[in-house]
């Protein structure tokens, strides 16, 4: 009996050591599911609307002038470019190419600007919608008979690359020119949504639309919503076109659908910092390090005035499921092409490492205000807020102002269920799959 009971004790001690113990409460975050049956255990080849294509639609590409917003994650499974696709047909024009953040390349720091290029081979003139302009112009469309937009993001309204579509969108109807969508996975599935809704007032090019943070759609399926809803203002009877995937669920995340991951950006290396990123990405609000800089963007999370083993031990008695919490020491560097400057740059930081251990049950963005409202808490000296930063990731001054009233995560988190539930309601008629 003795033995049993010491046996017990010390699984209970490792496990809260570890991380997994986390407390249960009834006020637990909200994380809405569409459907509440279990995500698909089963692992297929997706074939993205880019593939789809080159399969059933080039001929309607014949004898056109096409414009192209892409990046480095516009490729097929063997590794071809959808612009080097489209120059292997007959009688088709690649008229200008125009890419979003980071570069076509992918490998420019979030938040830099881009300049205009010229693609290899093709001499294409390649038109940065991240510098100058964000919206391509009538004269950059001038010779453009199809636009079409194929980029691969990560289901997160912070991610920019969905307000490039919107703003593209919006060019092409204006210039009376059709608009394509070639359609890819939303990698945090179609079914999970969670986070606060945009409200009116608080639009930026990181929060254009009315939708949750991790919002469940695909590019596509944003695109019709964003037309009819009337979010961006365009003519009557527009309508973008998608070019639907084949095998994709709705339950799928990425690492089911057999298709190779291309880091979206930089600081997107793998499907487990694109999880943690809805909630995490918040930390880029305030004075504290939220990774980057470090092989670990997300991550880690951590400044020079935190004791990561006491904010462990608070992150570990909150309730989120699916998640695990450990102390962490790094060192920010300068990582050209991923982090220039990144905050407290060679200053060794102390804080928390996160590590994801249920996806189904995990909740990134109410991780996220735990964590804030945690550290607010804890060091109300040295925590500090970037005001208009955390307003335009949040959607509104709702979080910065209800920490700083008192107000509980659970109070602040349980806000978003009406918002998103509407959203769900509305976003049903815009379903492809």
Request: net charge negative.
């Amino acid at each position: 009996m003795v033995r049993s009971l010491a046996v017990c004790l010390f699984i209970l001690y490792a496990l809260a050591n570890t991380g997994y113990a986390q407390k249960q409460k009834g006020d637990a975050p909200l994380l809405i599911k569409e459907k509440e049956e279990k995500a698909s255990d089963s692992t297929g080849i997706v074939k993205s609307g880019m593939a789809v294509l080159f399969e059933e639609y080039a001929d309607e590409l014949r004898g056109k002038s096409v414009g192209v917003v892409v990046n480095h994650t516009s490729r097929d499974t063997s590794g071809r470019h959808l612009v080097d696709r489209i120059l292997e047909l007959d009688n088709v024009r690649v008229a200008a190419i125009f890419s979003p953040e980071h570069g076509y390349r992918g490998d420019v720091s979030a938040g830099r600007e881009i300049e205009d290029d010229v693609y290899p081979v093709s001499g294409a003139r390649v038109y940065s919608l991240y510098g100058e302009t964000r919206k391509p112009t009538p004269e950059m469309l001038e010779e453009v008979d199809l636009l079409m937009y194929d980029i691969q993001d990560i289901g997160v309204r912070y991610y920019t690359y969905i307000s490039t579509m919107g703003y593209a969108m919006q060019a092409a109807a204006e210039e009376g020119i059709p608009f394509w969508v070639l359609d890819r996975p939303n990698p945090l599935t179609g079914s999970q949504l969670t986070g606060p809704v945009l409200r009116e007032g608080h639009e930026s090019f990181v929060g254009l639309y009315p939708i949750p943070v991790r919002y469940g759609l695909t590019s596509g399926e944003l695109a019709l919503m964003i037309a009819g809803e009337g979010w961006l203002e365009m003519p009557d009877g527009f309508e973008p076109r998608v070019i639907r995937m084949q095998g994709w669920e709705r339950d799928m995340w990425y690492d089911q659908t057999g298709l190779p991951w291309i880091a979206p950006s930089p600081n997107m290396p793998d499907l487990a910092t694109a999880t943690v990123y809805p909630g995490l990405c918040l930390v880029e609000g305030t004075n504290v390090s939220e990774g980057r800089g470090t092989d670990h963007p997300f991550l880690r999370i951590g400044a020079p005035w935190i004791d990561g083993d006491a904010l462990a031990q608070q992150m570990i008695i909150a309730p989120l499921a699916g998640v695990s919490f450990n102390p962490v020491q790094f060192i920010p560097r300068d990582l050209p092409g991923r982090a220039i400057n990144p905050r407290y740059e060679g200053e060794r930081c102390y804080g928390i490492r996160i590590r994801v251990t249920d996806r189904e049950r995990f909740q990134a963005v109410a991780t996220g205000v735990y964590l804030l409202h945690t550290i607010h808490r804890m060091y109300p000296e040295q925590f500090q807020w970037r005001a208009s930063a955390i307003d335009r990731l949040y959607g509104s001054d709702r979080l910065r102002t209800a920490i700083e009233g008192g107000e509980s995560p659970g109070e602040i988190i349980r806000n978003w269920r009406r918002p998103v539930e509407e959203f769900i309601k509305r976003r049903q008629k815009y379903s492809l799959y």
